[in-house]
């Protein structure tokens, strides 16, 4: 069974830091590129960051400078640091595990990250 599982979520004050984690099970990790996605309440769910699985990145403009995407291919686990968080970072944060030729797409269940003013 696929399983990509979230943690490090939490509620911290505006300028502080969290750092999330999401461990993959049952696919062959190095063979997928890994992303961040987020969704507030009524908004849509937007990519956050991007990594693949030679270890380009990608980041969308509203996090750049402040928020790092890792991944351990030994411990089959990808990372975000999250620095600087601001109010409007808050949402619920999904792994995602993307790879093509054949095409599969997996989603973890989601952690909460909120940030107070």
């Known amino acids: 069974q696929v399983q990509l599982v979230e943690s490090g979520g939490g509620l911290v004050q505006g300028g502080g830091s969290l750092r999330l984690s999401c461990e993959a099970s049952?696919?062959?990790?190095?063979?997928?590129?890994m992303g961040w996605l987020r969704q507030a309440p009524g908004k849509q769910r937007e990519p956050v960051a991007t990594?693949?699985?030679?270890?380009?990145?990608n980041y969308a403009d509203s996090v750049k400078g402040r928020f790092t995407i890792s991944r351990d291919n030994a411990k089959n686990t990808m990372y975000l640091q999250m620095n600087s968080l601001k109010p409007e970072d808050t949402a619920v944060y999904y792994c995602?595990?993307?790879?093509?030729?054949?095409?599969?797409?997996?989603w973890g269940q989601g952690t909460q990250v909120t940030v107070s003013s």
């Open positions: 049952g696919i062959t990790f190095e063979a997928y590129s």
């Open positions: 995602n595990a993307r790879r093509y030729r054949p095409s599969f797409d997996f």
């Open positions: 990594i693949t699985s030679g270890g380009s990145t």
